[in-house]
């Protein structure tokens, strides 16, 4: 067997992509205040699998401050498409609109004040890519609205599935024959936590 890289993990992190000035200050943010964000590595991963696709409409549920709303947006902005994100706390909510108009990106993000469960109850599709990275409990509830919602050969991105409370949603996804899914375990550098899992899923 081929040898590996001595130290891995230190290794990987010289590849961490760049960020402008907006996202590393959502990043000191986000360590000064504990909220949690998906860092760099995923946000670049989001970015590079909505450009693959030409994604024209997402779906994101769990905006916070806007860290990988900013990512996804700026994927779909080469294709004239557009992002709405849900959050359900007002403030973060108020915060992520003015984020997003200091990167230019308030004409291609809408934001809705709202549970992801509720609102995804009474919204319409079809959407081309969903990201899920809302409480963990908030996961299986919302696997049938989410499938219903994807166009057929849409993609599901979950986040945080290394998590125990995302146990019973990571079992009823990879069971489901409505989706075909990998699951990854993954070194994620400045993502919190840094040692995850990211779900994928197609829209079968």
Request: glycine share 8%; charged share 25%.
């Amino acid at each position: 067997m081929p040898k590996m890289i001595t130290d891995l993990e230190g290794a990987f992190r010289q590849f961490v992509p760049p960020r402008d000035a907006v996202l590393l200050a959502l990043e000191q943010e986000a360590e000064r205040e504990g909220i949690p964000i998906v860092g760099p590595v995923v946000g670049e991963f989001l970015y590079i699998l909505a450009r693959a696709m030409q994604a024209k409409r997402i779906l994101e549920l769990g905006t916070a401050t806007g860290y990988s709303a900013i990512y996804l947006a700026r994927a779909c902005q080469g294709s004239m498409g557009k992002l709405l994100t849900l959050e359900k706390d007002e403030g973060m909510a108020g915060r992520a609109q003015a984020n997003f108009r200091k990167v230019g990106l308030g004409h291609c993000i809408e934001i809705r004040v709202a549970d992801a469960l509720a609102a995804t109850t009474k919204m319409k599709g079809p959407f081309d890519l969903i990201f899920m990275d809302i409480d963990k409990e908030g996961y299986l509830p919302l696997l049938s609205h989410c499938h219903r919602l994807l166009k057929t050969g849409g993609l599901m991105v979950i986040d945080n599935v290394g998590f125990h409370a995302a146990n019973d949603f990571n079992r009823a996804v990879f069971e489901s024959p409505r989706w075909e899914s990998v699951h990854l375990l993954s070194f994620l550098p400045f993502h919190s936590p840094e040692k995850d899992g990211l779900c994928l899923a197609l829209r079968t």
